[in-house]
């Protein structure tokens, strides 16, 4: 049975009270293709339902999304809400509960591809820099050569 649903990088990214974090698994493509940025806003716990789509952490600091298959309001009697979570893909809901506190939150929007773009650039600093760089080089060469002369 497949546990992990979305995994991502998680770094403490938010641009204007959205966290955002790159998908890089397939458990829900299709609602979320791999490859996208997807925006996550913070609520109350008990404001998630079946069918929402949350991101939270796992046991090692790893950061999943997965869809709320069921929610349990006092789990085993501790009185903590805990979350069952499905991958769309996967037959079978993930075998550990999710815990509201260890929900970052609810999924309100994605853009495909746009995270395998952000993940690249960000893994690749050097190589970026090298390559805008470059580009800023070329353009200004080509600005003193094709500059127009005034006459």
């Given at each position: ?23 890089q698994n397939q458990n ?105 760089g470059g580009l800023l ?15």
């Open positions: 049975m497949i546990v992990s649903a979305l995994y991502f990088t998680y770094e403490k990214t938010e641009l204007l009270g959205y966290k955002y974090f790159a998908v829900i493509q299709r609602e979320i293709p791999e490859g996208s940025l997807v925006f996550i806003k913070n609520a109350p716990p008990d404001s998630y339902v079946e069918g929402d789509d949350i991101t939270f952490l796992r046991p090692g600091s790893k950061v999943d999304t997965n869809r709320i298959y069921s929610v349990t309001k006092n789990f085993k009697g501790t009185k903590m809400l805990a979350f069952e979570t499905k991958g769309i893909e996967n037959p079978l809901p993930d075998s550990e509960k999710v815990f509201a506190p260890n929900v970052i939150g609810k999924v309100h929007c994605s853009v495909p591809t746009l995270g395998a773009a952000a993940s690249f650039i960000t893994s690749h600093m050097l190589l970026t820099f090298a390559v805008l080089i070329f353009s200004t060469i080509l600005r003193i050569l094709f500059k127009p002369k005034l006459n």
